[in-house]
Nanobody, 124 residues
Framework: LRFSCSVWGGLVLPGGFLNLSCAAA????????IGWFRQAPSTEREGVAC????????FVTYPVKDRFTISGDAAKNAVYLQMDRMKFEDAAVYYC?????????????????WGKGTLVTVSS
């Protein structure tokens, strides 16, 4: 099982936008729920958003819920994170992860597989 994470951009001005994509290989879209996490320097990795493989239910954490959108494409076996009106505090390494848990979750210890992460920089 393998993740390939990519970002259109990577460096963005405050107020700008980025789209992260996470393509999976080795398993089918419906096998796992997918979560996006981020980790800024000297901080713990935190959950950002997740999407259910069963019914498409989505959850976005409070700090970013009005600016970030998670979506999935079963045909492409991919999950996306659209980040709008970005702020300095959004700068971090972003990871996608997969869990086989039956309940939608952003608990780090519930994730079975992790992508390598992609750096997002917000700078003026």
């Amino acid at each position: 099982l393998r993740f390939s994470c990519s970002v259109w951009g990577g460096l963005v001005l405050p107020g700008g936008f980025l789209n992260l994509s996470c393509a999976a290989a080795g398993f089918s879209y419906g096998d796992y729920d997918i979560g996006w996490f981020r980790q800024a320097p000297s901080t713990e990795r935190e959950g950002v958003a997740c999407i259910s493989r069963r019914d498409g239910t989505k959850f976005v954490t409070y700090p970013v819920k009005d600016r970030f959108t998670i979506s999935g494409d079963a045909a492409k076996n991919a999950v996306y994170l659209q980040m709008d009106r970005m702020k300095f505090e959004d700068a971090a390494v972003y990871y996608c992860a997969a869990t086989s848990r039956l309940t939608l979750t952003l608990r780090r210890d519930a994730m079975d597989y992790w992508g390598k992460g992609t750096l997002v920089t917000v700078s003026s």
